[in-house]
């Protein structure tokens, strides 16, 4: 596999995280993977062969070539069927809704094909990703693309961006009360925000955040034990960090970096 991942453009940068390539060569026994998403939402350019999403055990469909996966909240499993070359970008948890006028909430666990969001210009983008010579260029097309869409919309509001700044900086530890110890009365205002511009609720961010940083501790080998992987990641306790890894991943913490499926989530948070 051939991850690797590019700085965006400084006036991009408050809103997507980072452009990312991914190369894996075609296999005969290639396995079910296993997404597990960060908070964050990501537009992607499917370049190489179709790339399967499983809906059940055992049905599946072929995904958008370009398309956007909203924020995921279930199992989440992709299956390519050979050579595998994507272009993506990845936008920060608030960034995404400054592109678009649809809800954010109506993207969630669903790879939106990229002409539903933005018409006939989606498929210009396309041709334009595909006949790119490199990923510079490509780089180049995208956010060229992306500061048009910017210029036509609403700046996002300033208690979304401030409240998921808290959540990162503290790696998920911290509570939605203590963020608004000194305003409790937004809580419910900011819910409804975070439904509309996020996808998902203050608190399920903060599961979300927490777990990768706690993911990040076990595929970099910080912490010789669980328990002090769930002290590190300000969880409760061991059990807590375990109830919501296997909530979250399907699978308890000690077979998580053993299990074939989780390969390419592995790869990407130990780069990320």
């Known amino acids: 596999m051939n991850y690797q991942t590019f700085e965006p453009h400084p006036d991009l940068a408050a809103l997507v995280k980072c452009h990312w390539t991914l190369e894996v060569s075609a296999s005969p026994d290639t396995q079910k993977q296993r997404i597990i998403f960060d908070g964050c939402m990501e537009m992607f350019f499917i370049l190489g062969v179709d790339v399967m999403r499983f809906t059940s055990e055992d049905q599946f469909i072929i995904q958008p070539r370009a398309m956007v996966v909203g924020q995921i909240t279930k199992p989440f499993f992709i299956q390519p069927v050979g050579y595998v070359n994507t272009f993506a970008i990845r936008f920060y948890p608030y960034g995404f809704a400054n592109f678009i006028k649809v809800p954010i909430i109506e993207l969630a666990d669903n ?69 608004l110890s000194e305003k409790p009365s937004k809580k419910r205002s900011l819910e409804r925000k975070f439904s509309k511009q996020v996808g998902m609720s203050p608190k399920q961010l903060g599961k979300v955040i927490r777990l990768q940083a706690a993911l990040k501790t076990m595929i970099n080998k910080e912490a010789d034990n669980l328990t002090q992987v769930a002290y590190e990641s300000e969880y409760y306790d061991q059990a807590h960090f375990i109830k919501d890894f296997k909530a979250f991943t399907g699978i308890n913490p000690k077979d998580y970096l053993s299990n074939d499926q989780m390969m390419l989530s592995s790869l990407i948070y130990s780069n990320d």
């Open 111 to 179: 790879e939106t094909p990229l002409d539903a969001l933005f018409g006939k210009h989606a498929s210009q983008l396309e041709n334009q990703i595909i006949h790119a010579n490199s990923t510079k260029e490509r780089i180049e097309i995208v956010e060229q693309f992306l500061l048009n869409k910017l210029a036509d919309q609403v700046t996002i509001d300033s208690i979304v961006k401030s409240t998921i700044d808290t959540l990162l900086k503290t790696s998920g530890s911290a509570s939605i009360t203590s963020i």
